[in-house]
């Protein structure tokens, strides 16, 4: 069984940063691809940012700049989201998955609860 569990959500006023955590745990082989999703109430997940294996990073248009995704060197299976300039179009309940790959080469995307950032103008 795999597990994905963000944390660090919250309220903040425009301007000011939060950072989000994301840990996979649980009996897989690797973890291939972690993201960084956000839904807005009404709508679909929409993109932020991923990390590859390779340290490779992408980031959506609207947070380019703004938001960096980092992996804890130590803990490979954990992943952060550091937002600064925060604005109030971010507020939105953010989801982490991870694309992991098991033993027997099965692959299968994980994704966690949601955390909500919310941002005060």
């Known amino acids: 069984q795999v597990q994905v569990m963000e944390s660090g959500g919250g309220s903040v006023q425009a301007g000011g940063s939060l950072r989000l955590s994301c840990a996979a745990s649980g009996s897989f082989s690797s973890i291939d691809v972690q993201a960084w999703y956000r839904q807005y109430p009404g709508s679909q997940r929409e993109f932020v940012a991923t990390i590859h294996s390779s340290g490779t990073t992408d980031y959506a248009e609207s947070v380019k700049g703004r938001f960096t995704i980092s992996r804890d060197n130590a803990n490979k299976n954990q992943v952060f989201l550091q937002m600064n300039s925060l604005m109030a179009a971010d507020t939105a309940v953010y989801y982490c998955?991870?694309?992991?790959?098991?033993?027997?080469?099965?692959?299968?995307?994980?994704w966690g609860q949601g955390t909500q950032v919310t941002v005060s103008s």
């Open positions: 998955k991870s694309s992991v790959k098991f033993s027997d080469w099965r692959a299968h995307d994980y």
